[in-house]
């Protein structure tokens, strides 16, 4: 697949490598022009980010359409235009789209409050605990956490009986939009307990999946699990 073929509305995710620090931005397919497929730029506390492919810059775009499997396109060229007297990204692909498979271990959404500390002795700040697995979890927060990436973290967070306090370190940060941005974390120390706390959660999950009438999800719940979305 080209990436001129990629319907305008799909979502995007960027990853951006740079100076060995890899980032994670969410955009759109506005169009085409002149072979050229035109998406939104990234804007960080309202500004946009000047992002221009170069020697020190690398890109990649997954592109995510409903009921389609995700197609990778690997360093790409960009560079920022003008379109309607708006800013945009000019994208250019000279390699082909290729399948990924995300499937990997399930990740249950949680979304209940939490607690991290970044590092030994640095300051903690409260934090929204997106989704667990047997392998990692993901944060969500305001906090704009400079060169995040390999940053370890401690995670604290009350669930009903359990008390968790588990120790990951962040290998991916995403942008979804101002003000919120998602850090998924590979779990550094596996302890008993949250093994047994995550196979109690998958189980209440395949179990639900299973119910008559589907999964029951409440309208808070709900709302919450579409503002955290990664796209």
Do not use: W
Request: net charge positive; proline share 3%.
């Amino acid at each position: 697949m080209l990436f001129t073929e990629v319907e305008e509305g799909t979502n995007l995710n960027l990853e951006v490598t740079s100076n060995g620090q890899v980032l994670h931005f969410h955009s759109k397919v506005l169009g085409l022009r002149n072979n050229k497929v035109m998406i939104e730029p990234v804007r960080i506390d309202n500004k946009i980010l000047k992002l221009v492919s170069s020697q020190n810059l690398k890109v990649d775009i997954l592109a995510v359409s409903n009921n389609k499997i995700p197609m990778l396109f690997e360093n790409v060229y960009i560079e920022t235009s003008k379109h309607l007297g708006k800013t945009i990204y000019l994208v250019t692909a000279l390699r082909r789209g290729r399948k990924v498979n995300r499937r990997g271990a399930t990740r249950m959404f949680l979304g209940v409050k939490g607690n991290i500390q970044l590092g030994i002795n640095k300051s903690c700040f409260d934090v929204v605990v997106k989704d667990i697995s047997q392998t990692g979890f993901a944060i969500a927060t305001s906090r704009n956490i400079p060169n995040a990436v390999d940053t370890p973290i401690k995670l604290r967070f009350i669930d009903g009986k359990y008390k968790m306090e588990i120790v990951g370190r962040i290998v991916r940060k995403t942008i979804v939009e101002d003000r919120k941005i998602i850090y998924g974390c590979q779990l550094m120390i596996n302890k008993d307990s949250y093994q047994e706390y995550v196979l109690e959660k998958e189980k209440a999950y395949i179990d639900d999946m299973k119910s008559e009438g589907g999964p029951h999800i409440d309208p808070k719940r709900r709302a919450l699990m579409v503002a955290l979305k990664e796209r």
